[in-house]
């Protein structure tokens, strides 16, 4: 089972920010936070993953609070071309490449 | 490298049928996981293999269903007799050997099946 929780849909404006927020209370020390995101029709895209700092890269920023319950994805500048169903996803470390286990998502829609 | 790539991309089968998906995996990947997704259950992992061995296929739903990697540049997944219950979209997935903490997944485009 997941052990994220994300809300279903959530709606950003081009060229805002788009923050989506995900609670993941049960989280352990040695668990990692990962995002993905599927577009339609496609299979699901690795964004970004994290422990404890935040984190940044050419698609996105991840911001994971100090107790490591929850955590949100930013993308900067939100483009038609993200809107997606975005997952948050919870994997042990030091434990090979263990399958990602997703849950239902939050559905982004980026309206013009 | 072409990513991974999966065939048919589309397939519409009559219910009790043998249908068979195929995937070849990113050259060099050692993981390869088999996913189904559907409105109702989302994605759901079916099985995975590391350096071609199944380790965990118990996700495959039912008896009728099969996997197979036969080399590490190919993997089918066998459903036989197919139902229209079966009708999903079907990922695969690789994953390089950890070599660095927690390594991601690239999939495939999938392929939707349809069973009438």
């Known amino acids: 089972d997941a052990k994220t929780t994300q809300p279903p849909s959530m709606d950003c404006a081009e060229g805002r920010a788009a923050n989506l927020p995900c609670n993941h209370s049960?989280?352990?020390?040695?668990?990692?936070v990962y995002w993905y995101r599927q577009i339609h029709s496609q299979g699901p895209q690795y964004i970004i993953h994290?422990?404890?700092n935040n984190e940044t890269n050419e698609m996105a920023s991840l911001i994971i609070t100090e107790d490591r319950k929850s955590s949100t994805l930013i993308l900067p500048h939100a483009t038609l071309r993200d809107t997606a169903v975005y997952y948050c996803i919870v994997r042990e470390r030091n434990s090979g490449n263990t399958p990602l286990v997703f849950g239902k998502g939050t559905r982004l829609s980026v309206i013009a | 490298d072409a990513g991974v790539i999966q065939s048919p991309r589309h397939e519409v089968t009559e219910m009790g049928q043998e249908v068979t998906l195929r995937c070849k995996p990113i050259?060099?990947?050692?993981?390869l996981f088999w996913y189904r997704q559907t409105m109702m259950r989302g994605l759901e992992l079916l099985i995975y293999?590391?350096?071609?061995?199944?380790?965990?296929d118990s996700g495959m739903p039912e008896d009728r269903f099969s996997a197979k990697m036969p080399n590490a540049s190919f993997s089918t997944l066998k459903i036989q007799p197919s139902e229209p219950r079966d009708s999903a979209v079907y990922f695969c997935?690789?994953?390089?050997?950890?070599?660095?903490?927690?390594?991601?997944?690239?999939f495939g485009q999938g392929t939707r099946l349809t069973v009438v």
């Open positions: 994290g422990l404890k």
């Open positions: 050259s060099g990947h050692d993981y």
């Open positions: 049960t989280i352990s020390g040695n668990e990692y």
């Open positions: 997935a690789s994953s390089p050997r950890q070599v660095k903490m927690n390594t991601e997944a690239f």
């Open positions: 293999f590391n350096n071609n061995v199944p380790i965990d």
